[in-house]
């Protein structure tokens, strides 16, 4: 039996997503279920600081001994792994959606990509 990520994967490339979308939104599916971890160290206080330094991350409030894992929060986002691969956000979620489906509604969840019109 095929998993569901080559089906997804097999849906999103007939609908027009990218590589780059694709990739984005396996790692922010398995990012968003702990499948994976954000890479990155925690110190001695226990505070986690991401070593993917996107703009989501940067923007995050600094760990704190309040707020330890804040950039691993901002680092889990659709929009950070967005970032990382250079794909549209929107599409991440996208494949998230389909990917946590029960595989019976892929093709309704990933809606063919509108190309943009030339000049």
């Given at each position: 039996m095929i998993d569901i990520t080559s089906r997804v994967k097999r849906a999103a490339k007939k609908a027009g997503y990218s590589k780059a979308d694709i990739l984005a939104g396996i790692d922010y599916y398995e990012r968003k279920n702990r499948i994976t971890n954000p890479e990155g160290?925690?110190?001695?206080?226990?505070?986690?600081?991401a070593k993917e330094r996107?703009?989501?991350?940067?923007l995050a409030r600094g760990p704190s001994r309040r707020f330890?894992?804040?950039?691993?929060?901002?680092?889990?986002?659709?929009?950070?792994?967005?970032?990382l691969y250079g794909a549209t956000p929107l599409y991440?979620?996208?494949i998230c959606k389909a990917l946590e489906s029960d595989g019976t509604n892929i093709a309704s969840i990933l809606k063919t990509v509108k190309k943009p019109v030339p000049a």
């Amino acid at each position: 039996m095929i998993d569901i990520t080559s089906r997804v994967k097999r849906a999103a490339k007939k609908a027009g997503y990218s590589k780059a979308d694709i990739l984005a939104g396996i790692d922010y599916y398995e990012r968003k279920n702990r499948i994976t971890n954000p890479e990155g160290f925690f110190d001695i206080a226990g505070r986690f600081y991401a070593k993917e330094r996107t703009q989501k991350v940067l923007l995050a409030r600094g760990p704190s001994r309040r707020f330890p894992y804040s950039q691993m929060k901002a680092a889990r986002t659709a929009d950070h792994c967005a970032e990382l691969y250079g794909a549209t956000p929107l599409y991440v979620k996208r494949i998230c959606k389909a990917l946590e489906s029960d595989g019976t509604n892929i093709a309704s969840i990933l809606k063919t990509v509108k190309k943009p019109v030339p000049a």
